[in-house]
Every structure is written in C-alpha cells, then in structure tokens.
C-alpha cells in the first residue's frame, strides 16, 4: 500500500475549519504557510515576536477570507450554502525562546480559539558568526528558537492530539539539518536537533499505535528569503542548484502536509546528497563539498553580516 504513494497521488485532505497554529508567521515563509492554510478555509493562529509583521499576515489572511466568501468566488467554487463554520484568523505576540511564553500563549489560545488541530513549528534564526566570533548569547538563542521551541509548542498542544487521537505536527528544518557546512555550526547545531527531536516523536506516535496524529518534516534547500543572503556555492554549479524560491519551498511542503507525507526534501536532490553522506567516507565527503563550492559557501554570508554589523556601529557611534 506505501508503495502506491510513489505512482498515484494522494488525495489531498481537507482542513477547513481545522484550528492551525504557525510559529513566525510574520516572516516570509510563515506568511506563505499562512496564506495557504487561509485558501484551504483553516482557522489561523498566528504567532510572532513582532506585533507589526503578525498584524501584517493576518490582514492578508482576512482579505483571502473576504475573497473566498465573495458571491464570485462561490460561484466559481459551486458553494452554494454558506459553510458552518466562517474561517478566523487570531494574532499572538509570543517569544518561542521563551517556553513561559510559549506555554502562557498556547493556554490563551485554548481559552480564545480551541483546540488546535495542525501546529507549524515555523520559526527560526540564524546569527551569522563565525564560532569563535560568536556571542555565546547568540549562540544559546539559535539554539532555543530552532530547536528548544519545538519541545515547548510540542508539549502544549500535544496531549488533547493523543486525547482525540488527531492533529498533525510539522517541523519545518533545513537541508542543514542532515548534512552540514563551515561556519554556521550553531544554526546546523540546532536544525540536527530539531529533526532529531521531530523523528523521535515520530516513532513515539507511531509506538502509541495513535495513526490520527500525523507528522510531516520538512527540509528545504538553501531558500531565497533573504535570510543567507550572500551564500554562494560554485559558480558553474549554482545554474543547477539555485536557491528556492520561497513559494515553490511552501507549495511543496503544503502537498506534503495534506497528503500525511512523513517527510519532505526540497528539491530532490537533497535526498540523494543526504544518502551520499551516509554512505560514504568523511573525506569523500569533503571532496564533493570542496568540487560544489559548499565547503565555503556561507563565507560571503558572514561577510555581508559582519560588514553590515560593522556600519551599524559605525553610525551608532560605537
């Protein structure tokens, strides 16, 4: 039956009315994830640390409400009835380093919205530092908001998922999460122990025999969201393996999450990079980094960071 996956498409499941909760929803891919869960009729729970970007996302959240609750586009959808349940979106100021925060907002949620059906554990940071260069407040932030994060939202909302025996969890990783690179050993510190975290869990749904609850992981490749801006592997190969665009990364990560797919790599060759790692020697390694140019590839990153950093102080007058 698992193999029939590979030569028919699933069906796509629905999650109209279903309660969904997305850490950094202010950011780029947050407020795609939100726009699409919105298109699907899903209730949107919306978490930042920045008031102003959440705000944002929710107003286009409620203009795809307006837009699919116009005649036209029921007309266009054959709906002729009006749904029971109207789609609302609920914003939240809430620092997911902080599991205070974390667990104070999720109760808040449960009192205002419900039970959430589907958690999106989205957010994350990278501090552009070399190791030796990095603060170690730096350092602990990353690994709290990527991977620490995951255990608190986790913990909150999981126990009324095995109680209804229902809800889906994602965890949205990186390619740098199964194999790594020089210099960002903090943010790649972090995503092996968010997909670590996230394939542990997995096993223990499965363990529980809980089959309502399911789990999607999600490891895209480097994603033109600005966040590594400056990253570069080698020229002659970069034609071949251009950053992601971020609508392409959310599109085929949502195919995933409503097909129960367990896990998705974006694009395909990551799945056979990863398995190449696995596979062969350290050096080999080394060598195929070394020919692809991604030996260095965060270089010029941590270069436009500490530059930038650098102007910064200068006008500050520090």
Not at 44 to 62: C, F, G, H, K, P
Not at 213 to 240: H, N, Q
Not at 257 to 262: G, K, S, V
Not at 281 to 296: N, S, T
Request: glycine share 6%; charged share 25%.
């Amino acid at each position: 039956m698992a193999g029939l996956k590979w030569l028919v498409r699933p069906k796509e499941k629905s999650v109209a009315g279903q309660v969904c909760v997305i850490t950094g929803a202010g950011g780029q891919l947050g407020r795609l994830f939100a726009k699409e869960f919105a298109r699907r009729r899903a209730i949107l729970v919306l978490w930042d640390i920045n008031s102003q970007s959440n705000e944002e996302t929710a107003d286009m959240v409620r203009q795809i409400y307006r837009e699919l609750d116009s005649p036209v586009a029921k007309e266009e959808a054959g709906v002729e009835e009006v749904l029971p349940i109207r789609p609302q979106v609920y914003t939240y100021v809430c620092d997911v380093g902080k599991r205070e925060s974390v667990y104070s907002t999720a109760e808040k949620v449960r009192r205002e919205v419900g039970e959430v059906d589907l958690l999106i554990n989205n957010a994350g940071v990278v501090s552009g530092h070399h190791l030796l260069e990095c603060p170690d407040e730096l350092i602990e932030r990353t690994m709290v908001v990527n991977c620490h994060a995951h255990f608190w939202t986790t913990k909150a909302f999981l126990p009324k998922m095995l109680e209804m025996n229902h809800g889906h969890i994602v965890t949205v990783a990186s390619s740098l999460g199964l194999f790594s690179t020089a210099g960002v050993e903090d943010y790649c510190a972090s995503k092996f122990g968010a997909i670590g975290f996230h394939e542990s869990l997995s096993h223990e749904i499965k363990a529980s025999e809980k089959d309502g609850i399911k789990m999607t992981l999600v490891c895209p490749y480097l994603v033109d969201t600005g966040m590594f801006r400056g990253c570069r592997i080698r020229k002659e190969i970069e034609p071949f393996m251009p950053p992601l665009k971020p609508e392409f990364c959310v599109k085929q990560a949502m195919r995933a999450i409503l097909t129960d797919q367990p896990m998705v790599c974006t694009p395909r060759i990551v799945y056979m990079v990863n398995l190449m790692k696995s596979i062969l020697p350290f050096e080999a390694i080394v060598c195929m980094y070394r020919f692809l140019g991604a030996d260095k590839c965060m270089y010029p990153f941590l270069a436009q960071r500490k530059e930038a950093m650098n102007n910064n102080e200068t006008k500050n007058g520090i």
